[in-house]
């Protein structure tokens, strides 16, 4: 069993920052990629960014690319998505998820184990 708790939610304002935590406990932290995920209201959730467990493989959505970045620190079992320039778009509540053992993926169906969220809002 894994458990993943996401932090560092919150209320800003358009042009912004905000880094969210996730912690992960019960399985090797390490070998798992791992995953960012949200969900808006009244739409289907959706693929943010996934890093790979080495860290040497990133990806992300096209409408965060070059103000998103995840990261991730093995030694704290602990991922990172650091959101610069933030939109009233990205208001959501954001997931992180265990993925697949070598490289990425942007599909849901890659991930077994999942956060309860953290909320974002983004105020325009």
């Known amino acids: 069993q894994v458990q993943l708790v996401e932090s560092g939610g919150g209320l800003v304002q358009a042009g912004g920052s905000l880094r969210l935590s996730c912690a992960a406990s019960?399985?090797?932290?390490?070998?798992?990629?791992m995953g960012w995920f949200r969900q808006a209201p009244g739409k289907e959730r959706e693929f943010v960014a996934a890093i790979s467990r080495s860290r040497a493989i990133t990806h992300y959505a096209d409408s965060v690319k070059g103000r998103f970045t995840i990261a991730r620190d093995n030694a704290k079992n602990t991922v990172y998505l650091q959101m610069n320039s933030l939109k009233p778009e990205d208001t959501a509540v954001y997931y992180c998820a265990t993925g697949p053992q070598y490289g990425t993926s942007r599909y849901q169906t890659a991930y077994d184990y999942w956060g309860q969220g953290t909320q974002v809002t983004v105020s325009s």
């Open positions: 019960g399985r090797t932290f390490g070998s798992s990629a």
